[in-house]
């Protein structure tokens, strides 16, 4: 399958396999593609948010920045945006401040 080596070479460590895909693949692709959350400035002082959930129902993510924790609640009742102090969202071409805001 040959997703994700765990270490650099066998010398490294001898008992590796070449199916880590949890070591890197799902923890970019999730926060970047499913959720949207992407960095436009360094620490994430500025980021999108672009969500692409397809058909699921709902979702709960939350990323550390060194601004703080960006939360994401995705429902098709509910949508909230939580943008840590000192950074902004940028969603649909609108700026959001730091705190909660409900999605359209």
Not at 15 to 28: E, I, L, R, T, V
Request: charged residues 25%.
């Amino acid at each position: 399958s040959t997703v994700t080596m765990e270490a650099w070479g066998v010398e490294f460590k001898p008992n590796m396999d070449w199916n880590h895909a949890f070591a890197a693949a799902p923890a970019n692709i999730i926060p970047r593609m499913f959720c949207g959350i992407r960095p436009v400035e360094p620490g994430f002082k500025r980021f999108i948010v672009d969500p692409q959930p397809g058909n699921v129902e709902s979702f709960s993510f939350r990323i550390p920045t060194l601004k703080g924790e960006i939360k994401l609640e995705w429902s098709k009742d509910k949508k909230l945006l939580t943008v840590p102090e000192n950074s902004e969202a940028v969603y649909q071409g609108k700026t959001l401040t730091a705190g909660i805001h409900e999605l359209d």
